[in-house]
Each structure stands twice: as C-alpha cells, then as structure tokens.
C-alpha cells in the first residue's frame, strides 16, 4: 500500500513536469471541445490522435488521451443542459433533469452540480483505481491463458449480448470486426488469411484504418444522411453557482454517484451509460422530492454526473489491470497500447511502472484543470455550438483522411478506409451497434491466440479451458447472462409488462 | 412487379442478411479451398477459428433473415445532428464518398497538400449543397421529454415516464 502511495507520488513527480502538464491541458481543452461538439466523441478523437501520436513518447500519449476521455464528459454535460441534446451519450440523463433546470431560469445551478459532481466523481473514481488496480493486478498475475480466454469471450458477450436492442444484431457486428481481425499472417504459423494474394493485406488491416472507418467515416457519412438542417440555440445563464439550498440537495448524490459509477463502468455491461442511469434512478428512487424529477431535479443532475466520471475511472481500472476495454474508447486506447508495444494487463504494473502511475496522477491533475476550465466558462464553451456543420464533418472527414494516409503512406488505404467507412454507416441504418464490431476487431485475434496458446500448453486436451476456477466462474457468468434475459422474456409473457432495456448508444 | 419492389424496399434489412451470408461464405472459402497446414505444436491450427467463425456468420445470417421477416428492425442510430425524420440524402453520401476516391486518385498526381484541400472543400460543398438549406432555428425542442420521444428514444423509455 505504502509502496503504491510512493509509486503515486513519483508518478505526480512526473506528471508535473512541463510536456505532460502540456500534454495533460491540450488533452482536457481537447476534450472538452469534443464532449461540447456534437457528433465528435471521445473514442473517435483517440482513433483520429492514433497516427499523431505515434511521434510522442507513450506516457505523454496517454496522459492526452485520458484528458480527452474525462474532458469529454465534462463536456458532454454543458451541452445537454443548455441544448438538451447530450453531447455523450452518457449525458443524457443531465438533459432529462438539467435542461428543464434550465428552461426555468436554474441553468447556471445545473452546470455547476454537472462540473463539481464531474469533478468529485473522477477524484473518487481515481482513487478507486489507485487503491484497487494494484491489488487486481497482483491477483491476475497468475491468471493464465484459459482464463485470459474466458474473460475475452465475457467481454464480447456482455458488450453484444447484455445491452443491444437485438442480440442478433449485437452479434452481427461482433462477427464482423472478428472478420476484419482476422485478416492478415496468422500469428502462430505465419500464413496469410483472408488476405486473397493481395500484398497489402498481409499485414492486416490497420486498427487505425479500422477505428477511424468506423468511428469518423461511418459517422460522418451517416450524419450526412440526415443531417438535421435546424439549428437550435443554447439556453444563455450566468456564471455557474450554487446557493446552500442546492449544495444540501447536491452533496449526497455525489458522493454515491461514484460508487455506483466506478462499479459500472469497470465492468463491461455498459459503461458511462449503464452507471448514469442506475445513478439516476438510485436517486429519484432516495429523493424526498420525487415529484420534481423529470422537471429539474438538480439531484438528477448531480448523481449521474458524478457516475459519469467515475465510471471512466472504472473503465480505466480494467483495462490496465486486464488488458480489457468495456466502452469503445477504452478499446481505442487499448489499440493504442498494442501500437505502442506495450501489452496492458496484469503484468503492466510491474513492467511499466513508470507509465501507469504518472497517468494515473495525471487524472488527478487533469481534473484540477477541468473544474476551473468548466466552471467559470461552461457558457463560453457553448458557443463552439455555433460552428456550421458542413465546416465541422468535412473537418472530421479530412483528418480520418489523414490519419489513414500517415499510417502507411499509401493512397490505397483511404479505399480501405472509405470500404469500412461504408460498413459503419450501414451498421448506423440497421441499427448494429458499433461497439462489438471495433471490440471484436482488437480483441479477437488476443482471443484466438490465448485459446491456443492454452491448448498447445495442454496438448490439446480441451479440457483445459475449463480447468481454473476464474475460468469456471467467468464462464457460468457468460451462461447467466444468456439466460437471464430469456427469464425475463418469460415473465414479461405473464405479467405483460415490458422491463425498459437502456438502449445502447455508443460514444463516436 | 411493383408490390415485389415495395416488400424488398420494407425489408432491405434482408441485404445485412445477404451481407453476413457472403462474409460467411467467403472466410468458409478461405479456408476450405486452400487449407492452411498447422503443425505438431499447434493442435488447434489455423483453420478451426476461421470455420467457426465462418459458421457463426452463416448462423447469423440465417437468425437475421428470419427476425427481419417476422417483422424484426434494426433501430437507425440516432444523434445530436441526426434528423431521422428526413429521407436519406443519398446525393450527398455518393458525393463524400466520390471526393475521398477523387483524393485517393490525386494524391499520386498532386500531392496531400493540394489533395487535402480539394478534399475538405470537396467535402464542406457536398454537406452544404442541399437546396432546402433551412435557416430558421426551432425553439429548443423537448426532444428527450415525455411524448416527443418518437424519434430518438423510443427503445429507451424515458426514466422520465415511470
């Protein structure tokens, strides 16, 4: 524990020196900016930073992208009370509660519960992850290729199976990016699949190629579609404040949001969005005041907010300490790990020491930055709403064109890119979730690697995959989530009420 | 003839069908025609996960067709700048679509510098070219309220309705 403590302390050392600090500012501006914008998310800006930040070192990398990821969510939350339209998806529940906050004149209340819950919820969730991803890690160390297994094909259940309107289509999508994983040099035998005598694609299909294709491509082609030709106007406020009457409503659902966000969001069964909405719902089921839900409770607003944030620590907490991304930007920045050469997973903590704690000190920091950057300007940010879309989707397009071109120099990979650009924007039309498709590309060919590498082991004994007790216990969690929602079916066939699935909407 | 073309367009969801079938064909092809040879330490090989995976997406396809013909639909994504309720604009679509092969095909000639820039204003001329180019800004819609939720949240179920 003391050992991690100091560990900590060097990593502030660290992070406290003149390029991360800068890395850790440019990253929280960024991500703000991102969670403000529509149609931008976090993991499509980690997917476009890919081939850029090749150049720096991966600690300044990092230390970006976790900025973006936390900015985004602050963010996110400016837009949904003064627009009602949630620049993140798990900002929703701050425009079910903080826009009509602010249609009646308590706007500035509602960015400031949004900001200071974001702000408490990502300390609180930082200190989860300093407090228990050591002792994960430490436990996982001995965890073996079966278990390894067993975990990836939980992830790509939980993220097809638990939260998609459609299982098929769940695992549609998940199909397909283990397709496009697939193609290239088998990695034990050193022979070409799928690659139909085309050079180029004996290397496989670059994830960056694939991430931005997905994410930027496919998003901004569909946009394109149905590109919404009315404006509206953000709601104008004041500086954010809060008077003592709303701090006695707002300090109880920050300090629970972080827990039930942090336990969220570190599994994979739906993120940012699962951890709002169990927040949300945690609170107005504890309110006094329940008949204001739904018309601007600021309980409402400050719970979930909280979550958010602390859910992304979450998040964080298990891909470093199992190498196992839960939301889409933790798979993109999991992708970033692999190009990087750095493996993420139990044996990170001891091989990059280094690396881990200055980001994780760099969490603390950039939240620092966020609150003063958030809580005085959250007006000023809005404006950024008035960019004319044309402008901001070329924009998107243009660097998913320049990040695809970086990656090998070669004119032909922004074919590549625009082919799987036209797969994400035919999964947006028939409504496949985008998520499965990217975690099966990333995490299927560490899938079929481990599954057998865990054979070679044992002879081919198959056995062997079942020979654990993590492994037993992960798999009979994979068959509960099967069954559960047919148990479900069952009752919803009796008692004729429909349970409310939250839909899946995946951060782009 | 007509009434054919008005049952496919309703269920042109059957082409993600078609889709998944072909993908499945194609990796079972792969790696059937010309198997790829494993060795003694490497029990599984390289061609078990290939076919299953394979036959998981002719499984899927399969699973697809039949929920779609049931009546099954996949919801269309929605978003901040996503007006479900206009047609799709395919003109535009085609034309981002034409300018990112124009830029590919250019790069060669001209170079990224000038290649990037023909992309982007290619680009910002195609989002911006629609004729009813709306410029009146509708009050601040209750768009994830009560009642007005059609568009963009029916599968949620607002927490705002229980």
């Known amino acids: 524990m003391f050992e991690n403590l100091t560990l900590l302390f060097e990593g502030f050392g660290s992070a406290l020196t003149p390029a991360n600090l800068l890395f850790s500012a440019i990253g929280v501006l960024l991500g703000t900016a991102i969670g403000v914008l529509p149609g931008i998310g976090p993991a499509m800006a980690v997917a476009l930073l890919l081939p850029v930040t090749y150049a720096f070192d991966p600690t300044g990398a990092f230390i970006l992208f976790a900025g973006i990821y936390f900015g985004a969510m602050f963010g996110g939350s400016t837009t949904s009370i003064l627009l009602n339209t949630p620049g993140e998806s798990a900002s929703v529940m701050a425009a079910i509660e903080g826009n009509p906050m602010a249609r009646s004149g308590r706007g500035a209340q509602a960015l400031a519960a949004a900001a200071i819950g974001h702000f408490i919820g990502g300390i609180a969730g930082a200190i989860g992850l300093v407090l228990l991803a050591p002792l994960v890690a430490s436990v996982a160390v001995d965890i073996g290729a079966p278990d390894f297994f067993a975990i990836m094909v939980l992830a790509f259940v939980a993220v097809t199976g638990v939260l998609g309107s459609s299982r098929v289509r769940g695992f549609a999508a998940l199909a397909i990016g283990l397709t496009i994983g697939l193609v290239g040099l088998d990695p034990l035998s050193g022979q070409p699949r799928l690659t139909f005598g085309i050079p180029q694609l004996a290397?496989?299909?670059?994830?960056?190629?694939?991430?931005?294709?997905?994410?930027?491509?496919?998003?901004a082609l569909w946009v394109a579609a149905h590109l919404r030709r009315t404006v509206d106007r953000p709601i104008p406020v004041g500086r954010p404040w809060l008077s003592r009457d709303d701090l006695r409503r707002t300090w109880k659902p920050w300090l629970r949001g972080p827990f039930i966000g942090f336990t969220f969001g570190s599994i994979p069964a739906g993120g940012a969005e699962m951890s709002t909405f169990m927040s949300y719902v945690a609170e107005r089921r504890l309110s006094r005041r329940r008949d204001e839900f739904g018309k601007g409770a600021i309980e409402g607003v400050a719970g979930p907010e909280a979550a958010a944030s602390a859910s992304s620590a979450g998040t964080l907490a298990t891909m470093l300490t199992l190498g196992l991304p839960t939301t889409a930007i933790a798979a993109v920045m999991l992708a970033a790990f692999q190009q990087f050469g750095i493996q993420p997973g139990p044996l990170l903590f001891e091989n990059e020491p280094d690396l881990v704690w200055t980001l994780i000190a760099s969490?603390?920091?950039?939240?620092?930055?966020?609150?003063?950057?958030?809580?005085?300007?959250?007006?000023?940010?809005?404006?950024?709403?008035r960019i004319p879309r044309p402008y901001l989707y070329a924009g998107i397009l243009f660097f998913a064109c320049v990040g695809a071109y970086a990656v090998s120099g070669q004119p032909v990979d922004l074919l590549v890119l625009l082919a799987i650009g036209a797969v994400g924007f035919l999964m947006r039309r028939y409504g496949l979730p985008v998520l499965p498709a990217i975690i099966g590309v990333i995490l299927g060919p560490d899938a079929e690697l481990q599954l057998r590498r865990a054979l070679q082991i044992a002879d081919g004994d198959v056995t062997t995959l079942v020979s654990t007790p993590l492994s037993v216990v992960v798999y009979l969690v994979i068959a509960a989530l099967f069954l559960f929602p047919l148990v479900g079916k069952l009752r919803q066939r009796d008692a004729d009420v429909p349970p409310p699935p939250p839909r899946e909407r995946v951060d782009v | 003839m007509n009434e054919l073309t008005s049952w496919l367009r309703e269920r042109s969801e059957l082409g993600v069908a078609a889709l998944l079938l072909a993908i499945g064909l194609l990796v079972l092809a792969d790696v059937t025609l010309a198997p790829r040879s494993g060795n003694a330490s490497d029990p599984l090989g390289p061609n078990a996960v290939p076919i299953l995976l394979g036959l998981l997406l002719l499984l899927l396809a399969a699973l697809l067709a039949v929920d779609v013909l049931r009546g099954g639909h996949g919801e269309a994504e929605a978003g901040e700048d996503i007006d479900l309720a206009v047609p799709a604009d395919k003109r535009t679509v085609l034309l981002l679509a034409g300018v990112i092969v124009a830029t590919a095909a250019l790069i060669p000639l001209l170079g990224w510098p000038i290649a990037g820039t023909v992309l982007f204003w290619g680009a910002t001329y195609a989002l911006g070219s629609r004729a009813s180019r709306a410029t009146s800004s509708s009050p601040p819609a209750s768009r994830w309220r009560r009642g007005s939720c059609s568009t963009r949240c029916s599968a949620w179920t607002c927490p705002a309705d229980r």
């Open chain 1, 203 to 219: 290397d496989g299909i670059d994830v960056v190629i694939v991430a931005v294709g997905l994410f930027a491509v496919g998003e």
């Open chain 1, 363 to 385: 969490l603390f920091i950039g939240l620092v930055l966020l609150l003063v950057l958030n809580l005085p300007l959250a007006p000023v940010w809005a404006k950024l709403l």
